[in-house]
C-alpha cells in the first residue's frame, strides 16, 4: 500500500509537470498566432493606406 500511495504520488507529480509544460507551448503558440495576426492586421492597414492614396489622392491628404 505505502509503495502504491508513493508510486500514485510520483506519478501525479509527473502528469502535474507534462501538463504544465504542454499548458506552457499551447500559451506559446497561442502568443505566436496572436503576434502574426497583428502584423496582418497592421500589414493590411498600411497597404489599403497606400492604396488610397495611390487611388484618391483627396482622401490620401485626410489620411495624413
Same mark, same amino acid.
Given at each position: ?15 502535474? =509537470?507534462?501538463?504544465?509544460?504542454? /499548458?506552457? *507551448?499551447?500559451?506559446?503558440? %497561442?502568443?505566436?498566432? $496572436?503576434?502574426? @495576426?497583428?502584423?496582418?492586421?497592421? =500589414?493590411?492597414?498600411?497597404?489599403? /493606406?497606400? *492604396?488610397?492614396?495611390?487611388? %484618391?489622392?483627396?482622401? $490620401?491628404?485626410? @489620411?495624413?
Amino acid at each position: 500500500d505505502q509503495l502504491e500511495h508513493a508510486f500514485r504520488a510520483e506519478y501525479d507529480h509527473l502528469e502535474a =509537470r507534462a501538463n504544465a509544460a504542454a /499548458s506552457a *507551448a499551447w500559451v506559446e503558440e %497561442l502568443r505566436r498566432w $496572436g503576434r502574426e @495576426l497583428e502584423y496582418w492586421r497592421s =500589414r493590411s492597414q498600411q497597404l489599403l /493606406s497606400q *492604396a488610397l492614396r495611390a487611388q %484618391l489622392p483627396t482622401v $490620401g491628404c485626410l @489620411l495624413k
